[in-house]
T-cell receptor, first 112, second 116 residues
Framework: DAGVTQSPTHLIKTRGQHVTLRCSPI?????VSWYQQVLGQGPQFIFQ???????GRGNFPDRFSARQFPNYSSELNVNALLLGDSALYLC???????????FGPGTRLLVL | AQKITQTQPGMFVQEKEAVTLDCTYD???????LFWYKQPSSGEMIFLIY??????QNATEGRYSLNFQKARKSANLVISASQLGDSAMYFC?????????????FGSGTQLTVLP
C-alpha cells in the first residue's frame, strides 16, 4: 500500500508570495495533520483535519490555512511568505480511532 | 515548561551494541500516548513505537523497546543490536488525550550515530 504522499518535494519562493502544499493520506485514513519543522528543531503542529472539519490548530498566524477534500487529501496554504516560513512541512495521516500518525516525506520550502 | 525533553543532542554507539535514548515528559492529563519516531537525513518521519499511559507493559517492536516509567515521567527508547542504518535523528513525542485534536508535541531530538 502506498504511504502518505506530498507534493511538491521542494519549493523556492520569495517573500510575500503565496504557496500551496498538497498531501494524500494512506488509503482508508480520514485524519490528516500538518507540521512545520524548522532546521534543528522538532516538528510543530499546525493543523489537524478529520472528515473535512478542522479539529485542531497550533500556534500559527492566520496566514496559514488548510482544508481537506472529500477524498481526504489536504492542502496547506501559506500567504504573505516570510523568511521564517522556510522549513520542512510534514503531513501525517491516521486511521479513525487509531493513535499512530504516519508521515509523508515532506515538502522543503525555501523563502528568499 | 517543555512538554517533551530530550537531553542528549547527540549519541554514539558501536555497531551491535545496545543504546538508550532519553525522553522525559510533562503533562497533567491522566490519559496520554508516547511515541518515538526516526528521521533519516531524507526527512521522512518513520514511526517506531507507541506506549499508552494506561498500558501495563512496556511496548516492544522488534529491536525497539520503550522503557516507560510513569512515576518518573520518562519514556526512554532502547535500541538493541545497533545497525549502521540506525544512524538518524530520533524524536520523542506525546499526544494528550484531553484535547479533541490529534496533536503531537515533539522534543528537540537526539542525533544517533552508529560506529562500525
Amino acid at each position: 500500500d502506498a504511504g502518505v504522499t506530498q507534493s511538491p518535494t521542494h519549493l523556492i519562493k520569495t517573500r510575500g508570495q503565496h504557496v500551496t502544499l498538497r498531501c494524500s493520506p494512506i488509503s482508508g485514513h480520514k485524519s490528516v495533520s500538518w507540521y512545520q519543522q524548522v532546521l534543528g528543531q522538532g516538528p510543530q503542529f499546525i493543523f489537524q483535519y478529520y472528515e473535512k472539519e478542522e479539529r485542531g490548530r497550533g500556534n500559527f498566524p492566520d496566514r496559514f490555512s488548510a482544508r481537506q477534500f472529500p477524498n481526504y487529501s489536504s492542502e496547506l496554504n501559506v500567504n504573505a511568505l516570510l523568511l521564517g516560513d522556510s522549513a520542512l512541512y510534514l503531513c501525517a495521516s491516521a486511521q479513525a480511532g487509531g493513535e499512530t500518525q504516519y508521515f509523508g516525506p515532506g515538502t522543503r520550502l525555501l523563502v528568499l | 515548561a517543555q512538554k517533551i525533553t530530550q537531553t542528549q543532542p547527540g549519541m554514539f554507539v558501536q555497531e551491535k551494541e545496545a543504546v538508550t535514548l532519553d525522553c522525559t515528559y510533562d503533562t497533567s492529563d491522566p490519559s496520554y500516548g508516547l511515541f518515538w519516531y526516526k528521521q533519516p537525513s531524507s526527512g521522512e518521519m518513520i514511526f517506531l513505537i507507541y506506549q499508552g499511559s494506561y498500558d501495563q507493559q512496556n511496548a516492544t517492536e522488534g529491536r525497539y523497546s520503550l522503557n516507560f516509567q510513569k512515576a518518573r515521567k520518562s519514556a526512554n527508547l532502547v535500541i538493541s543490536a545497533s545497525q549502521l542504518g540506525d544512524s538518524a535523528m530520533y524524536f520523542c513525542a506525546m499526544r494528550e488525550f484531553s484535547g479533541s485534536a490529534r496533536q503531537l508535541t515533539f522534543g528537540s531530538g537526539t542525533q544517533l550515530t552508529v560506529l562500525p
